[in-house]
């Protein structure tokens, strides 16, 4: 029945918009979108303080602080094992730290359990993964859209005001924006690296959350579709004001970031 009604939901034709970013939003820098200037006022939107996490006997963080600003994007560096993957995953709440307090638009999230947690995970966060993690037997359009479906079946937080026929709405929009209209039915086998990474960075937007997780988004992308991906999360940050937070080996990503931070053997250096 889950299947049928996704089938029902393609057939309605959709509305198109282009992802139209102002020029008076932009900032350039070396030749890189920078920083959109939202509002005169920063707002804090991540604040973590004493973050220590050890697997077994082997401590892998030592003692982390860091910050974030609304609307920012900060690039994070280092060698294989420093620990950066396993901070990401913390500030996004998919694992605890063994001590320290995590702070996300307010929110004292080390303090939260359970549903709450999962809740606050779904409104607030997205994620991108170097692998896009796309369920194979739905098309693009039903992988973006799966966020929010779930979001509202679990009818927490006024999500469930948000109609099936709206979420789709919000899915085959964002699809559009980022130029795969042509590939709303299409499953992910269909689909090039770069199309199955913009369907998922879609998912990750459609629950319009404040802050974007990216763990090395374009490690497996060839160098054209690479640049491509790169200039989406600023265009994007510029249109939704999203802080985005991404762990890169790539050297040109992370000139590109409003700020960059380097880790090492568990400490930022």
Known sequence: MFRIS????TRQRRKTSKLKVSNQNRVMMNGSVKRAHFSKEIRRMISCSEIYKSFGQLPVLKGIDFQAEAAEVVGIVGASGAGKSTFLQILGTLMAPDSGRVVIDGTDVSSLKGDDLSDFRNRKIGFVFQFHHLLPEFTALENVMMPALIARANGRRGEQ???????????????????????????????????QQRVAIA???INRPAVLFADEPSGNLDSRTKEEIHNLFF???????????????????????????????????
């Open 203 to 205: 998912r990750a937007l």
């Open 6 to 9: 996704f089938l029902k939901l």
């Open 235 to 269: 265009e994007l940050r510029n249109k939704y004001g999203q802080t985005i937070i991404i762990v890169t080996h790539d050297k040109e990503l992370a000139e590109r970031c409003d700020r960059v931070v380097e880790m090492k053997d568990g400490l930022f250096v």
């Open 161 to 195: 005001k948000r109609g099936v026929e709206l979420i789709r709405a919000d899915a085959m929009q964002l699809l559009d924006e980022l130029g795969l209209s042509a590939r709303i039915d299409h499953k992910p086998s269909e689909m090039s690296g770069g199309e």
